[in-house]
Nanobody, 125 residues
């Protein structure tokens, strides 16, 4: 089993910045692909960023490209999401995810078996 614990987030004004962190424990003997997704009220979950097991490959959704950046602590299964130039439409619950056994990043829910508890991000205009 793998457990993911998220921290960070909160409230910010439009144009501001926030940071999320996610740390995995349990069966994490090597670096696996991890991702960030979010869900706004009344909307489907959107995968917004993913990072490979080594941290060398990253992919972003168009909605956050150029504003958000994900990184990981070496080959450890600990990742951050630095969010800048925040917009009100970034408001939602953010989740990290881990794809056990997978190295390459993926922007789809079916690749992931474990998720964090979710963190609220609220951006005011």
């Amino acid at each position: 089993q793998v457990q993911l614990v998220q921290s960070g987030g909160g409230m910010a004004q439009a144009g501001g910045s926030l940071k999320l962190s996610c740390a995995a424990s349990g069966r994490t003997d090597e670096g696996y692909a991890m991702a960030w997704s979010r869900q706004a009220p009344g909307k489907e979950r959107e995968y917004i960023a993913t990072i490979s097991g080594s941290g060398a490959v990253k992919e972003y959704a168009d909605s956050v490209k150029g504003r958000f950046a994900t990184s990981r602590d070496g080959a450890k299964n600990k990742i951050d999401l630095q969010m800048t130039h925040l917009k009100p439409e970034d408001t939602g619950v953010y989740y990290c995810a881990l794809a056990h056994g997978r190295i390459l990043p993926a922007m789809r829910a079916t690749a992931y078996q474990y998720w964090g508890q979710g963190t609220q991000v609220t951006v005011s205009s």
